[in-house]
């Protein structure tokens, strides 16, 4: 399972933070070929004349041979003693660790196999060398000038700068990235419906151009939004006037022609209710008006307009223990009854509605059921989209926007809507709705 990183800030931080690592590896590579060890090479020849002193071998830069006082006042200045493999001191040596490098230069410069080990010593470091021409014996070097509280202030001192490094550049991200979190929560408030105030240019050059063209963007979309207000409402008024004044003209006509009164009157009604439906489809919400609605009384006040007396059967099945919903309770009851007169004309007479909360209890529902036919699967994805009437199975009637209706309302509630067949048959639609928080709205 490959493993992403989506955001550009993780995104920036890896990089940087591998960036870093590289470096670090880099100059640590740098130092040890370039001066480290050029230095080791030079210890280890200055190192194997120490030991060619042992072992009673001229100096061979300036062709003098030095007796033996000599050669152990030198040897005692430096600390150079040797001991047997059987020793106690030995036990350093079988604990040490080995040094290839310098076992390998040390038996080209001495002529004989040799074994180099360090090992920690009780002051310092210390070296111990094996010579194959020395058998039995263990040369120990104590290495006074590299003790280990020396490599303590460097690795502090190296592991501080990483972290002012990728703190410094944790910062400098979080600064570069402020302005695209806020045109983030921007972006997501006008697809909310909402239209936050223009967002401040600032950042780099290339975030303060999107942030520019975003706030152009938003005032656009603010501009459209106010002038399909305005025609809509405009045209509302304009389609029913003229409708009220055919209908006024209908109900003046003479009783001879009531079979065609009764046609126009009919048809007046069905355009009046065309123009509601779009008008509810197209009214923005203010989520700002939101309060809480109790969905209980929602549904019997549903119920009870609904049920009419015209042999329709409803099971109002309400759970009385659930917490009241964040939203209008306009838009709600809206959802709800589209959802009840779409259940009465494709049921075959029997409606349920339902209410309850979800397990976190974080979302309260509510739930309408018909006996019908249902509808296949296939197109359930369908059924809420504008201008669908659904298949053969649901009947062709109604102007196609009561269900589209419901998934916007649900949608500008941030709530969700299911839909599924029956197993008895017949459809069910739950609509969910988020709860008023514990701090209040």
């Not at 080791?40 to 004349?49: A, D, E, P």
């Not at 310092?124 to 020396?150: F, M």
């Amino acid at each position: 399972m490959r493993f992403r990183v989506r955001s550009s800030f993780t995104q920036s931080i890896l990089l940087f933070f591998t960036l870093l690592i590289a470096s670090q590896v880099y100059s640590y590579y740098a130092v040890f070929n370039y001066a480290l060890m050029p230095s080791l090479q030079q210890f280890n020849k200055i190192l194997g004349h120490e030991i060619n002193l042992m072992l009673d071998v001229s100096v061979k830069n300036n062709h003098l041979a030095l007796d033996a006082p000599q050669r152990q006042r030198v040897l005692d200045q430096l600390g150079v003693t040797v001991h047997s493999e059987n020793s106690p001191e030995a036990k350093e040596y079988r604990h040490g660790v080995s040094i290839d490098l310098m076992s390998k230069e040390m038996t080209e410069d001495l002529g004989s196999p040799t074994d180099v080990r360090m090992a920690l010593g009780k002051k310092s470091y210390v070296l111990w060398v094996k010579i194959e021409n020395l058998p039995g014996q263990l040369i120990r070097i104590p290495l006074s000038e590299l003790q280990e509280d020396d490599f303590a202030p460097l690795f502090r001192n190296s592991l501080i700068m990483a972290f002012l490094i990728v703190l410094g550049g944790w910062l400098f991200i979080r600064l570069q990235n402020r302005p695209l979190i806020a045109l983030e929560k921007a972006a997501k408030a006008v697809g909310k419906g909402e239209y936050p105030e223009p967002l401040p240019e600032k950042g780099a050059l290339e975030i303060r151009s999107v942030t520019q063209a975003f706030n152009q963007m938003a005032k656009g979309i603010q501009a459209l939004e106010e002038d399909r207000a305005l025609l809509m409402a405009g045209i509302s008024h304009d389609l029913r006037t003229p409708l009220t004044r055919i209908r006024l003209a209908t109900e003046m006509m003479s009783p001879e022609d009531s079979y065609l009164a009764e046609g126009i009157i009919s048809d007046t009604e069905e355009c009046n209710e065309i123009i509601s439906q779009f008008m509810d489809y197209l009214k923005p919400v203010n989520t700002d008006a939101f309060v809480a609605v109790d969905m209980n009384v929602i549904a019997e006040e549903v119920v009870m307009a609904e049920n009419n007396g015209d042999g329709k059967a409803f099971d109002c099945v309400l759970n009385q223990d659930i917490i009241a919903a964040k939203g209008n309770p306009i838009a709600i009851k809206r959802a709800l009854t589209n959802l009840v007169v779409n259940a009465c004309r494709y049921g075959n007479g029997w409606v349920k509605v339902s209410s309850g909360m979800s397990a976190d209890r974080r979302m309260v529902w509510m739930s309408v059921e018909d006996d019908g036919p249902g509808i296949p699967p296939d197109q359930v994805d369908k059924l809420f989209e504008p201008f669908t009437r659904g298949d053969q199975a649901r009947g062709s009637e109604g102007t196609g926007l009561g269900l589209a209706i419901v998934r916007r309302i649900v949608s500008q509630h941030h709530g969700i809507v299911a839909v599924n067949n029956r197993s008895e048959g017949g459809l069910r639609v739950q609509i969910s709705f988020p709860v008023v928080s514990k701090k209040g709205l």
